[in-house]
């Protein structure tokens, strides 16, 4: 076993950094490039921190505190200067020590851990980028039961090959939910000028992200917020209003982007101005809704109603009538939105898919031409090599 070392905090300068070490000659490389400030300081038990000094050679790199968190797991806490963790980093380099990104440094760590399951240490990497708590949920559970559950009674119970395929196509349907669960949706805001979508996205994100005014077309390029609606985070984006005829290459731009926004959405508001008799939806985007997840936001129902709804275009769904401006029907716009997206009543206890490595097995388990190829694939899920 080599040693291993990778920077575990995020990128960028903070108040403090922390490099994990993994390997049984950790000591001894410690022992060559620690200073402890207090004699006994280097005889690391598991659950002790040390206080020193790295070095190399004479010259000193920063006060450090170490600790041994397992029997071959080690950390070191360093000053959050990026130029101090580069010059640790290559320092444990020249001593042999292989540096790894944090996600492949912590895989190996599991897989170290003879007892863990395939499906045990993508759990616990998921559990490391997961968005929401409830995503959490979802990933903690799928080792014993779940997925996990799933695989080890295909295997104990023999089970034939067409029910595993109907269970299968399930957890893949299932899966796809999940994802927006565990690793966040994003939403489009779209539609005519001035229809009040920055003020929707304002008051979705409880805070002034976007520059309101009554001038038509003020968002010339797309702005988002960060948002959680149970069990979801959302990354909520405003677009630039689509207009039919525009002369301005800088607002024909703008839409296109706003068009390319639309094609990424888990989740497409078209957003209508209520007070406006006519509903100004550009003639091409109904094509470019087709098949994506859209609700119709009626907004600014806090003026006169104008706009006549039996008029919209065929084949838009119910609107939901909200006032952005006095927030009133944003709950009931929540509502619609986890309702839409299908995570209003996920059962976390349900079987998934939550990595990439996971998906291709069971999508190939759904095309298995024979019963004999299934234990393989199943096998591979509990045990197989995974993905970082």
Same mark, same amino acid.
Request: charged letters at 20%; aromatic letters at 2%.
């Given at each position: $076993? ?55 050679? +004479?010259?000193?790199? &920063? ?150 005014? &009554?001038?038509?077309? +003020? ?28 002369? &301005? ?11 390319? $926004? ?10 209508? &101005? ?75 206890? +349900? ?29 591979? $899920? ?7």
């Amino acid at each position: $076993m080599g040693v291993w070392a990778a920077v575990l905090t995020g990128p960028g300068v903070g108040a403090i950094a922390t490099i994990g070490l993994f390997g049984q000659a950790v000591p001894s490389i410690l022992e060559a490039v620690f200073q402890p400030s207090s004699s006994g300081g280097g005889d690391f038990e598991v659950g002790r921190i040390a206080l020193g000094y790295l070095v190399d050679g +004479t010259e000193t790199i &920063d006060q450090v505190t170490v600790a041994r968190e397992a029997l071959h797991e080690f950390a070191i806490h360093c000053h959050g200067n990026p130029l101090i963790v580069e010059a640790i980093m290559e320092l444990l380099q020249r001593h042999g020590v292989e540096l790894l990104p944090a996600p492949q440094w912590h895989a190996r760590v599991l897989a170290a851990e003879e007892s863990n399951t395939s499906l045990a240490i993508e759990s616990r990497l998921a559990l490391t980028t997961v968005k929401t708590v409830a995503g959490a949920k979802i990933v903690a559970v799928q080792t014993e039961g779940g997925l996990g559950r799933l695989c080890r009674q295909w295997r104990a119970e023999s089970v034939s090959l067409d029910s595993i395929k109907e269970q299968v196509a399930e957890i893949l349907r299932d899966s796809d939910t999940a994802r927006l669960i565990i690793e966040g949706c994003t939403v489009v805001l779209i539609g005519p000028p001035n229809t009040g979508k920055s003020t929707l996205l304002n008051t979705l994100a409880g805070r002034e992200k976007a520059i309101v005014t &009554d001038i038509e077309g +003020t968002t010339r390029d797309w702005i988002s917020a960060e948002i959680h609606i149970r069990p979801l985070a959302a990354t909520v984006i405003d677009t630039a209003g689509l207009a039919a005829d525009l002369a &301005d290459g800088i607002d024909k731009a703008a839409q296109a982007r706003s068009m390319e $926004m639309l094609q990424r959405a888990d989740l497409v508001l078209l957003v209508l &101005d209520s007070s406006c008799p006519d509903h100004r939806i550009e003639p091409g985007l109904l094509d470019r809704l087709t098949g994506k997840r859209t609700l119709v936001v009626l907004n600014k129902t806090d003026l006169p109603e104008r706009l006549d709804t039996t008029l919209l275009p065929p084949g838009l769904p119910d609107p939901i009538r909200i006032s952005a401006q006095q927030t009133t029907g944003i709950d009931a716009l929540i509502g619609a939105i986890c309702q839409k997206l299908g995570v209003a009543d996920f059962d976390p206890h +349900t079987p998934v898919a939550f990595t990439g490595r996971q998906r291709t097995l069971l999508e190939r388990l759904a095309t298995a031409k024979s019963a004999r190829q299934a234990p393989a694939m199943i096998d591979e $899920m509990l045990h197989g090599p995974i993905q970082c």
